[in-house]
């Protein structure tokens, strides 16, 4: 998390001894839940909060077997695109590349039905839709490739980021030349002026 | 090369209407300029125009869930102000582009979030990349504050304030009074007949400036003034860079200046 700007210090368990569940939910076995395969506890080194722990996003929304929660589902999508996108990376040749970034825009469809969680969340899922619709189809470069890996990573730890964060994640996507807008925006205001003109 | 005094337009063009043609003409004017200036002025009239225009919309969206009700909404709105013309018709296309090449979503209510978010997105961007898009901003403003939209809870968003505080002189007002022989040269400049509304109230605000130099200047009288600010303001080696030629050329030729467009 240490690109997140967040100042934490991990301690990694390798074969961790039962962390005592401050969340309550049931343990359930790892190959149900969405965790990572690494378990840490991070804690807040700076800040109000410093040596509080940091609770791991899939500790905090562990995935009960047969339970539907919307965030849940949410984060399990997030982890495959994260996933593909990881494939995507470290891919030889562009057009393998460019077949797990296909299944990401796929799946952006599926994760805007989950902007319940936040506005900040649908805004990003938004704009990377409007960004893949403005390329049109032209392969993601390495960089534009990366940020958007590295702001899916960071939506997934924090599903419920505030529109401000969001913003400034867009504001990333732009930086690497992604067109974040809809197409046609500006002709909605060009309608709106030439009536005013009329 | 003369510097670029940047109008209102040019600044819409360039945050509110990305991927058009209007922005990269927009673009590659300024980069034409060694010195691009955008008055404060400049700013507070996009907010209160423009950008207030995209936060109806969001908002509309906010209140209907439904695309279509909201650019319906609009067309009812405009019909009541203006004649059915084909404005209206441009208006009604837009709805049918953004609903062909819409956001994400398959239903109605769909497609409006995702445009609410887009929206909600765009305003917000484009008012903190306001000052970054010149080489100087100038002409601060003291009387009026500069604040980032906002979105309540309630969803709205809140683009307060849009005029100057109202229990203060308009900062503009000594310096435009310092000079009532360029304040008659603009009145002239607007024809006396005109039926436009705006060129009725810009006559009127520069006539009081010009009778009653004691009187203190307000905002409403600052807000009419509107386009005779850009030629007052707009320093001799700059030019009034605008797509509003028809309003601009006129006052800034009457006090030989000059104004261009992108």
Known sequence: MSDTGINVLRIRLNDPPQLRDETTTPTVSRGESTQSPVREIALDTRGPHAFARVIDIDRLYEAVPGTSSQIVRALELLKQVSDFLVEAQKSDNAMDADRFVQRVQLALPRLFAYRSTGDGFGVIINSLHFAFSNLHGTPLTPDQLNVIWRVLRELRARPAMSLEQAIQRVEELEECGLEVDPPNIGDVLEGAESAQDE | ?262
């Not at chain 2, 969206?61 to 013309?85: C, I, K, M, N």
């Not at chain 2, 062909?100 to 109605?108: K, N, P, S, V």
């Not at chain 2, 929206?119 to 306001?130: D, G």
Request: charged share 30%; glycine share 4%.
């Open chain 2, 1 to 262: 090369m003369s510097d670029a005094y940047v109008e209102t337009t040019v600044l819409t063009d360039i945050l509110l209407k990305p991927k058009t043609p209007k922005h990269d003409r927009a673009k590659a004017a300024l980069a034409r300029y060694e010195n691009t200036l955008l008055p404060v002025y400049s700013i507070k009239e996009w907010k209160a125009g423009p950008l207030d225009y995209f936060a109806y919309l969001h908002d509309k969206l906010v209140v209907t869930h439904s695309l279509r009700d909201t650019f319906q909404a609009l067309s009812a709105l405009r019909r009541g102000s203006y004649r059915q013309s084909t404005a209206i018709e441009g208006l009604t296309a837009a709805a049918t582009v953004s609903m062909r090449y819409g956001g994400l979503g398959e239903t109605d209510a769909e497609q409006a979030d995702s445009y609410r978010l887009a929206l909600e997105s765009l305003i917000i961007r484009s008012w903190r990349k306001r000052r970054k898009i010149t080489t100087q901003v100038v002409d601060d403003l003291p009387c009026y504050s500069e604040v980032e939209p906002r979105v309540g809870k309630d969803g709205l968003l809140d683009l307060k304030p849009q005029l100057c505080e109202r229990d203060q002189e308009c900062c503009l007002g000594p310096r435009l009074k310092l000079e009532p022989r360029v304040l008659e040269a603009l009145r002239n400049a607007i024809p006396e007949n005109s039926s436009r509304k705006e060129d009725q109230k810009r006559r009127k605000a520069l006539k009081r400036l010009i009778k009653h130099p004691k009187e203190i200047v307000n905002r409403d009288t600052c807000r009419d003034l509107g386009d005779a600010i850009f030629a007052f303001f707009c320093p001799r080696t700059a030019v009034v860079l605008t797509t509003n030629l028809r309003d601009h050329q006129p006052l800034a030729n009457s006090i030989g200046k000059r104004a261009e467009s992108p």
